[in-house]
């Protein structure tokens, strides 16, 4: 049974930082391409980051470019996000998501666009 269970969300104040984990189970992770996707309150699913399986290959959307690090561990099978400088237009729910391709268009994401996803974290940015 394939499980992505995220953790590490909480609220934090603007210029803050945090990092969420992302533990897999359930299928061979380091095959994987994997990727962080977030959805603001009212809003669509908008891409974040993602990375290869490999972990050489790193991509980010321009609204986090330059505050956020994406990283994997395919010993332990977590994928890791982490984020600084955090504004209040980063509060949304943050779900972990695996692919078998990179997708790294800035284009709106939808449930399909990729194989599992976890529960989501809540990631609240406010004073």
């Known amino acids: 049974q394939v499980q992505l269970v995220e953790s590490g969300g909480g609220l934090v104040q603007p210029g803050g930082s945090l990092t969420l984990s992302c533990a897999a189970s359930g299928f061979t992770f380091r095959n994987w391409w994997m990727n962080w996707v977030r959805q603001a309150p009212g809003k669509g699913l908008e891409w974040v980051a993602t990375?290869?399986?490999?972990?050489?290959?790193?991509y980010f959307a321009d609204s986090v470019k330059g505050r956020f690090t994406i990283s994997r561990d395919n010993v332990q099978n977590i994928l890791y996000l982490q984020m600084n400088s955090l504004k209040p237009e980063d509060t949304a729910v943050y779900f972990c998501?695996?692919?078998?391709?990179?997708?790294?268009?800035?284009?709106?994401?939808?449930?399909?666009?990729?194989?599992?996803w976890g529960q989501g974290t809540q990631v609240t940015v406010s004073s």
């Open positions: 998501t695996s692919s078998r391709t990179a997708l790294t268009d800035p284009r709106p994401r939808t449930r399909s666009d990729y194989d599992y």
């Open positions: 990375i290869s399986a490999g972990t050489t290959k790193k």
